[in-house]
């Protein structure tokens, strides 16, 4: 399995890939081995433990300090042919499906993507289940005699497993000091997201304001509540229309499709053509006066209560938290990175 | 610049599309085959490089069945200038790897600075012909491309590829190459009358593994290193579907009932003091990581 983690830390899906990969690796009664370019805490590495990893494997390079795809599916693809598993695993991220594909090319091996599911054979190979057409059917596939057979995962499909406490792995450091063909691509620059000026579509966080807010002015609480939250702003047709907002931030059937992590309605009814453009958001508040508004059957905490009244003390309390911890958010990095430039 | 496009026809996902007996259907009173979205995207690319360097040609390349003329003849519509079908009963049941090998033989034959294709089809989802293309031309790749700008060095392209969270990775990219291109590059234009007029009279040249000098072994299901064994009907992700509301339209309530419904959550309810709600939704956000600890 190869393991994302950035500056020590696992990447998001770390720990569902690697229950997933245990439920295989029991069914073939093999070793599970997680690999990660660079340095993981004995605490990281413990999680990666007690959710199934029998083997953890950090690597060493000094290309590593180059965030390049070039060389990272280089050094991974000369591990891998050294340690010839018969399958390898990974997330479907940006990050993730762009060296599984540079991986499996150079391994002149096949790969599935974006897979929802994967299973053992009775013959015990590898049979992948990922949706095709747009969601509209499921191809389950199955490997040529290539190895590695190899799939990676989307992050929404899989679930974490149940942990072991007492599961332990043997860590190894590998210091690989393989000659590596130079890159022939160079990242001359890296532009972080603006929640406030990037699509929706790409936001992790949504805040969106509908008819409840009852003026342009009041709209404004939306804006804040995102700002805390490092999050996009999003509205109804209804907002739009009004000129509350631009129109570019419209969700719904004649706006934008959104599908964040986290989406919080203010003053939102839930009338479908709203509803359609953000149901499938993983987490959804909604803060609405009307016990009875439809909003509430697709949300996983509803708040009843007058949305001018709850927003300025959820902004107020949340800046509070904000600045308790040390982390800045995202909103203040970029603040900090377009400060520095003028 | 001389540009190669690799374009898939493929069925407009929008579309009525059905599983019966482990098949996949393209239904309706005319079943709607459209170039793949983001391949369109990659030809308004090449036609914009070409125009900016003032010179060059684009080659538009597909690997199906005579059916997908129609959509070479699109392509040239929009402004390619020469098209490719590359067609065989041999290449039927090609995965990625089997599809790129006969595109990168092909493209072997052209002159070329850059090829270009969609991040990935809509049919198969897959989104790996480019990294099998670019490795087997043994040329640089960059997936995930949203921005294509030409530098002083003419054998130089400086590029955004999409990253999470709305962030891009600019990188500076030697020509040859291969480029997979993401959705928001550009906003392809329409075809103009002149060009649909010059697409109908052009000539597609077809070429079949013989000519291209590949073995029937290496492509389709033979040279193929995944299989797909079964296709079956998605599996229903919603628990509870709400009739639509009657007062939509009847395209909206298509597109409601088409996009899956609504899956019916059990929400929690806070009530009460605005105070108290929110810090219990504070407590809430904290456990969800939204906020941290």
Request: hydrophobic share 40%; glycine share 8%; charged share 25%.
């Amino acid at each position: 399995m190869l393991i994302e983690q950035q500056a020590g830390v696992l990447g998001d899906g770390a720990l569902e890939l690697v229950s997933e990969g245990r439920k295989i690796a029991d069914k073939l009664d093999e070793e599970l081995t997680a690999i990660t370019l660079g340095d993981l805490s004995t605490e990281q590495a413990g999680l990666l433990a007690r959710y199934g990893a029998s083997r953890i494997l950090t690597i060493d390079h000094p290309a590593l300090s180059e965030q390049s795809a070039e060389l990272y599916s280089q050094l991974l693809s000369d591990i891998i042919r050294r340690h010839s598993p018969d399958i390898v695993l990974a997330i479907h991220s940006t990050a993730g499906a762009d060296l599984a594909s540079r991986i499996a090319a150079r391994l002149n091996t096949g790969l599935v993507s974006g897979c929802d599911r994967v299973e053992v054979s009775p013959e015990k190979f590898l049979v992948a289940v990922k949706p095709i057409y747009g969601g509209k059917a499921a191809a389950t596939c199955s490997f040529s005699a290539a190895r590695p057979q190899m799939a990676t995962l989307n992050l929404d499909a899989i679930d974490l497993g149940t942990p072991d406490p007492n599961a332990t792995a043997e860590v190894a450091s590998l210091k690989v000091s393989l000659e590596l063909e130079p890159p022939q691509t160079q990242t001359v620059d890296f532009i972080p997201g603006d929640p406030r000026s990037m699509d929706l579509s790409e936001a992790e966080v949504v805040v969106a304001g509908g008819r409840g807010l009852g003026s342009r002015a009041n709209f404004k609480l939306v804006h804040e509540l995102a700002d805390v939250l490092g999050g996009s702003v999003g509205a109804t047709r209804m907002a739009v229309d009004e000129e509350w907002i631009e129109r570019e931030r419209q969700i719904g059937l004649t706006g934008k499709t959104v599908r964040p992590k986290l989406f919080i309605a203010c003053g939102i009814s839930g009338a479908i053509q709203h509803t359609m453009g953000m149901k499938d958001s993983k987490v959804i508040v909604a803060i609405n006066t009307d016990r009875n508004a439809s909003i509430f059957k697709i949300a996983d905490v509803g708040i009843v209560g007058d949305v001018l009244k709850v927003l300025p003390e959820l902004i107020a309390q949340l800046r509070e938290v904000m600045q308790q911890t040390t982390r800045p958010s995202l909103n203040q990095v970029v603040d900090a990175v377009s400060d520095s430039q003028r | 610049m001389n540009v190669v496009v690799c374009i898939k026809q493929v069925a407009d996902v929008e579309g009525r599309i059905v599983v019966e007996r482990g098949q996949v259907l393209i239904q309706g009173l005319i079943p709607s085959y459209v170039i793949n979205p983001l391949d369109l995207l990659a030809i308004e690319a090449a036609i914009r490089l070409k125009e900016g360097y003032g010179e060059g040609r684009v080659t538009l390349v597909s690997m199906g069945d005579a059916s997908a003329e129609e959509a070479l003849r699109r392509g040239i519509a929009l402004g390619a200038d020469d098209a490719l079908l590359l067609s065989d009963p041999a290449f039927e049941g090609s995965d990625s790897y089997a599809t790129a090998l006969v595109l990168a033989r092909t493209i072997s034959t052209i002159p070329y600075h850059l090829v270009l294709c969609g991040q990935r089809a809509d049919d198969t989802q897959a989104g790996q012909v480019g990294a099998y293309l670019a490795e087997i031309l043994g040329i640089p790749l960059v997936q995930g491309v949203v921005k294509i700008e030409t530098t002083p060095d003419p054998n130089k392209l400086r590029l955004q590829r999409k990253l999470e969270r709305g962030a891009r990775q600019v990188v500076e990219c030697p020509l040859p190459a291969v480029l997979t291109v993401g959705a928001g590059l550009n906003t392809p234009r329409h075809a103009t009358i002149k060009g649909v007029l010059k697409a109908r009279r052009q000539e597609i040249p077809h070429r079949d593994a013989r000519v291209l000098g590949i073995s029937t072994e290496e492509v389709g299901v033979s040279g193929s290193k995944v299989r797909i064994s079964h296709i079956s009907p998605p599996k229903p992700k919603m628990k509870g579907l709400f009739v639509p509301d009657s007062r939509l339209s009847p395209v909206d309530k298509l597109k409601a009932i088409m996009g899956g419904g609504l899956v019916q959550k059990k929400s929690n309810y806070l009530e009460g003091d605005p105070k108290e709600v929110a810090s219990q939704l504070i407590r809430f956000l904290k456990q969800q990581k939204f906020v941290p600890d």
